[in-house]
Antibody, heavy 119, light 107 residues
Framework: QVQLVQSGAEVKKPGASVKVSCKTS????????MHWVRQAPGQRPEWMGW????????EYSQKFQGRVTIIRDTSASTTYMELSSLTSEDTAVYYC????????????WGQGTLVTVSS | EIVLTQSPATLSLSPGERATLSCRAS??????LVWYQQRPGQAPRLLIY???NRATGIPARFSGSGSGTDFTLTISSLEPGDFAVYYC?????????FGGGTKVEIK
């Protein structure tokens, strides 16, 4: 079955960067795009960006442009999301989410990674 | 950027009752509207895509309707596991955005 397993919780200082991984199994990695979505406590989910797992092309939300980088390692069936210049407002659960079939429909989700930004 | 507004913010119902949730877009999104369920401490779960298509394994008591700017998610008869927060999401073009959610709570 499709599985997305994310790296563990992180605590970072303001100004630092964080890199979250999403290891996949149960399907052909290059056949489906992967998105990253974050959710601050009590807030709605927020789309951050997307990577085409086949060719590595990316698209980022303008809100995060310049601060977020999404890459993939096809040999490891893993996607990574790095967010830089962290502030307390970046404290959230970060999810990877695989497309269901139709574009930008999130059919499979990782378990989430809590990133806490605190001095 | 298209804004999705969900109503009501909270719906207080009893098991067995019908739930009707609304999602309104500030501009037309065609049929490109998706619904998710999120239980506490869990990732969202896909329910409905493209306004009315149930995802694999989703029970028939969940149904979606609407097009353009006005969409509805209906749960015909609430079961205990259905008490959760529901989000709509547009997928017509970037940026992808979510509504603010409707919490369905036990009355």
């Amino acid at each position: 079955q499709v599985q997305l397993v994310q790296s563990g919780a992180e605590v970072k200082k303001p100004g630092a960067s964080v890199k979250v991984s999403c290891k996949t199994s149960g399907y052909t990695f290059t056949s489906y795009a992967m998105h990253w979505v974050r959710q601050a406590p009590g807030q709605r989910p927020e789309w951050m960006g997307w990577i085409n797992a086949a060719n590595g092309n990316t698209e980022y939300s303008q809100k995060f442009q310049g601060r977020v980088t999404i890459i993939r390692d096809t040999s490891a069936s893993t996607t990574y999301m790095e967010l830089s210049s962290l502030t307390s407002e970046d404290t959230a659960v970060y999810y990877c989410a695989r497309e269901y079939g139709s574009g930008s429909v999130f059919g499979y989700w990782g378990q989430g990674t809590l990133v806490t930004v605190s001095s | 950027e298209i804004v999705l507004t969900q109503s009501p913010a909270t719906l207080s119902l009893s098991p067995g009752e019908r739930a009707t949730l609304s999602c309104r877009a500030s501009q037309s999104v065609g049929n490109y509207l998706v619904w998710y369920q999120q239980r506490p401490g869990q990732a969202p779960r896909l329910l409905i895509y493209d306004a009315f298509n149930r995802a694999t394994g989703i029970p028939a008591r969940f149904s979606g309707s609407g097009s353009g700017t006005d969409f509805t998610l209906t749960i015909s008869s609430l079961e205990p596991g259905d008490f959760a927060v529901y989000y709509c999401q547009k997928r017509d073009k970037w940026p992808l955005t979510f509504g603010g959610g409707t919490k369905v709570e036990i009355k």
